[in-house]
């Protein structure tokens, strides 16, 4: 027997309070430890969808488009044109099916205590470790592997990755970038939901305020001078009246004349010649006048540029800033978790496979067994700034020591980066930014250059090691003399000891 429009308004209404009183005594109950204070926040978070959706349903039945919620209060009240014969119809059909079913056992309310014990499955990752850190990892990786990116390490792009200062403006406008930030944007999205059910996006996002009314202003950073308002790229830095002559552009150099090229939005390849002519061409004719085939692809003036064309650029422009202020806001909201997870990093770094193990073990059965340390949300004092142990405290000092983390290693190949411990010390001879110093030097990275850090010291080596690969005879080395006892010396040591006198 269906139930009545009127008795799914009341058990709609009965549900609503119910789910009210478990949020009330949820809320009641003294919770310790990130774990279990997660935990209620999911278990709130799903009885507010729930009301939410109850609370929908109700506007719905009151709003009566259908009227049927009116006639079956009038048939209640006798006041249909049958008068009382549909009320008494009703009670014939209630003992109808009540005689057919008599066996059918009243459903008891849900127990309120169990649902207060409810665990809402939450994936993280193994590296959010139950939402205490940030896992990028993914994103880092695309990072490095696009053109609009660089190399870097993990615990760098944790530091920069809202950094787009060095990202040049054809970059910025490309789909490869805009996909990469918004992908960036809805993991950051994703993790303030897992880790922050009760929160609101809404108010994450009222910083931004009337974004596109301050873009079109030009009160966006790294925009100010390239956006909708001005419709044309930056300029360059450089007083174009101030050249006469082509020779002239020249005299400024290669990477000026590139750099103040890019900055336009033109074309910085070719020959120095025509990169200066290029650049000679912005002193008598306006950007917006250039003919398109000088300018990179979607870097072209608006003067230059059809209204469609404009209007995709536009859309371009203004999703890509969007897309960067909102990860300059998830940096800032997250500033606190992302020196956290640089700790953690670090602290995996430092472990030996052993421990790492060890540390999964430990949290395997934390799980299982759901207990949470009071001592989880404790400050922790590291005035030294230790690495964090397995146990999530910093290792001891003399643990610190045996592993040699106090000294301190420098490389000139690397640009005078410093790496603390032996560990790190070996181990970056096979890192990208030792590989790049020494293809910079020209030299192969092989063996013969193992904790060789100094330029100078490569330089000669590497020297050392073509002139005796090109082979040649050399006297000094090569030559042998023969003393009268029969001992064979090469040429510098016979004229050494004969000098002396001792043959």
Request: aromatic fraction near 10%.
């Amino acid at each position: 027997m269906a139930a009545t429009l009127l008795e799914q308004t009341r058990a709609a209404h009965e549900e609503c309070e119910r789910l009210e009183r478990i949020i009330v005594k949820d809320f009641d109950q003294d919770l310790k430890g990130h774990r279990e204070k997660l935990a209620q926040g999911h278990r709130v978070r799903k009885r507010l969808d729930e009301l939410q959706a109850l609370s929908t349903k109700l506007e719905r039945i009151y709003a009566d488009e259908d009227g049927a919620r009116k006639e079956e209060i009038a048939a209640l009240k006798g006041l249909d044109e049958h008068g009382f014969s549909a009320f008494y119809e009703r009670i014939k059909e209630v003992r109808e099916y009540h005689r057919r079913y008599p066996y059918l056992e009243v459903a008891e309310a849900p127990n309120e205590e169990e649902a207060l014990k409810e665990v809402v499955e939450v994936s993280f990752s193994g590296d959010e470790v139950g939402g205490r850190y940030l896992d990028v990892h993914e994103h880092f990786h695309r990072f490095v592997n696009a053109k609009f990116g660089k190399q870097l390490d993990y615990l760098e792009y944790l530091t920069s990755f809202s950094d787009v200062s060095e990202i040049s403006k054809q970059h910025r406008l490309s789909k490869p970038y805009r996909e990469y930030l918004q992908a960036l944007v809805g993991y950051f999205e994703s993790f303030y939901a897992r880790t922050q059910p009760l929160g609101s996006l809404s108010k994450i996002y009222a910083k931004l305020g009337d974004f596109e009314a301050r873009f079109r202003a030009g009160q966006i950073p790294g925009w100010a001078d390239e956006g909708v308002a001005n419709g044309d790229v930056a300029a360059n830095g450089l007083d174009m009246t101030a050249f006469a002559t082509v020779e002239e552009v020249e005299s400024l150099g290669a990477d000026a004349i590139k750099e103040a090229l890019a900055k336009l939005g033109l074309k910085t390849g070719g020959t120095l010649r025509q990169r200066a002519e290029r650049l000679f061409l912005t002193r008598d004719v306006p950007l917006a006048e250039l003919d398109k085939r000088h300018f990179v692809k979607g870097a072209a003036p608006a003067g230059a540029l059809s209204v469609e064309e404009r209007d995709r650029q536009e859309a371009m422009m203004l999703e890509a800033a969007l897309l960067e202020a909102k990860v300059r806001t998830w940096s800032e909201v997250y500033s606190s978790v992302i020196e956290d997870t640089k700790g953690y990093v670090e602290k995996k770094q430092a472990s030996t496979y052993e421990e790492l193990v060890a540390e999964q073990e430990l949290k395997a059965e934390e799980d299982a067994a759901a207990l949470d340390s009071d001592e989880e949300d404790e400050f922790i004092y590291n005035p030294l700034k230790l690495p964090m142990g397995w146990d999530g405290k910093p290792i001891p000092y003399w643990l610190y020591k045996l592993h040699g983390l106090n000294q301190e290693f420098k490389c000139e190949i690397c640009g005078g980066e410093s790496y603390w411990g032996r560990r790190a010390f070996e181990r970056h001879f096979k890192e990208w930014k030792h590989q790049n110093g020494m293809r910079a030097l020209g030299i192969p990275n092989n063996k013969n250059f193992f904790e060789v850090t100094q330029i100078k010291d490569a330089l000669e080596l590497w020297a050392s090691i073509q002139e005796r690969e090109l082979g040649g005879f050399k006297a000094e080395v090569e030559e042998e003399f023969e003393d009268a006892e029969g001992n064979v010396y090469d040429r510098r040591t016979y004229e050494d000891l004969k000098r002396q006198g001792l043959i």
